[in-house]
């Protein structure tokens, strides 16, 4: 990160890893050590009634008694019953900060996630079925949503949950303590209250275990992705929207696999909620003799046989 003159967006919840950061920004900013212009981004989710807008108020006042500029967006509808509420913030979350960003003028967006976060993410997609890509690494910076606005995480190589929440009490600065973090019916608060309490009676440091472990896959998974790019680009694979089912069986098992999942990510975007099971549908779907069947994929994705070849279609955009 540049240390003086850009924009920097720092997205703040009002939680304790935020706060934590936020308020460290604002200390080195304050000796400066930083000579950004910093703006404060809060997403309302508005999941929480008068509990949301009052987290938004905490938010903003504290932007006030630091000097940063604040900039705040209500989420304009709530989320389908059949949604996955956490997803679904998620989304609106990165949508409001990217945009906000861009307004801005800004060189990048901070966000406060730990080592907690990693070995998390890393627990909710390995139950999931997720390959490789699933369990790699958040990084430090990346650009993970095809804009030049970079994401930066500076915590989240060394810090701990509990490292920022001591911060906050030896320093007697206030943060939200979500009630929503204590519901069971969220998978993410799930795995933090009782999946890696469990893991810990195995191995007490079981958090920075699975966060190196993620960084390790994330490491074999860019050297298999260069290589399965350089193939697809070498022997052309892939062809827009479709794939030659007859190369596609000249390939080894795993070869096919990966060839199908880095497929679906480029047609889709991304490859969540897509796990082992839909890729071994593919596969059969494949390598059966008939033509014009199909398989369904989550988020309204088709993969149609047809023509001796597979064809990607996302009905949502068709409709």
Not at 80 to 108: C, P
Not at 251 to 269: A, Q
Request: proline share 3%; net charge positive; hydrophobic share 40%.
């Amino acid at each position: 990160m540049p240390f003086s003159d850009e924009n920097i967006v720092i997205a703040v919840s009002g939680g304790a890893d935020s706060m934590a950061l936020c308020s460290a920004i604002f200390d080195l900013h304050k000796r400066k050590k930083l000579k950004n212009k910093f703006i404060i981004a809060h997403f309302n989710h508005n999941l929480r009634g008068e509990e949301s807008k009052s987290d938004a108020g905490f938010v903003q006042n504290f932007a006030k008694q630091v000097g940063f500029d604040y900039v705040e967006e209500k989420a304009s509808e709530k989320p389908k019953k059949k949604d996955n509420i956490e997803q679904w913030a998620r989304e609106n979350r990165y949508k409001f900060l990217i945009k906000t960003a861009n307004q801005q003028n800004a060189h990048s967006i901070i966000t406060a996630h730990t080592i907690n976060d990693q070995a998390e993410t890393f627990l909710i997609n390995l139950i999931r079925g997720s390959g490789l890509d699933g369990l790699s690494a958040m990084k430090p910076k990346s650009q993970p949503f095809d804009d030049e606005v970079l994401i930066v995480r500076p915590l989240l190589n060394w810090a701990l949950r509990a490292d920022t929440e001591n911060f906050l009490y030896e320093n007697e600065i206030k943060f939200i303590d979500d009630a929503m973090n204590e519901d069971l019916t969220y998978k993410r608060v799930k795995v933090r209250k009782k999946l890696i309490p469990f893991l810990k009676e195995f191995n007490p440091n079981i958090v920075k275990t699975l966060a190196n472990t993620s960084k390790t896959i994330s490491a074999d998974n860019e050297l298999f992705n260069d290589l399965i790019y350089e193939k697809l680009d070498k022997e052309k694979l892939i062809d827009g929207d479709h794939i030659t089912i007859k190369n596609l069986k000249n390939l080894s098992k795993p070869m096919r696999y990966r060839v199908l999942r880095s497929w679906i990510k480029k047609r889709k975007g991304n490859l969540r909620q897509i796990g082992l099971n839909h890729i071994e549908s593919i596969i059969k779907l494949v390598e059966s003799r008939k033509s014009g069947k199909i398989v369904e994929l989550p988020e309204f994705i088709i993969i149609k046989k047809e023509k001796g070849r597979l064809f990607f279609q996302d009905t949502k955009v068709e409709k």
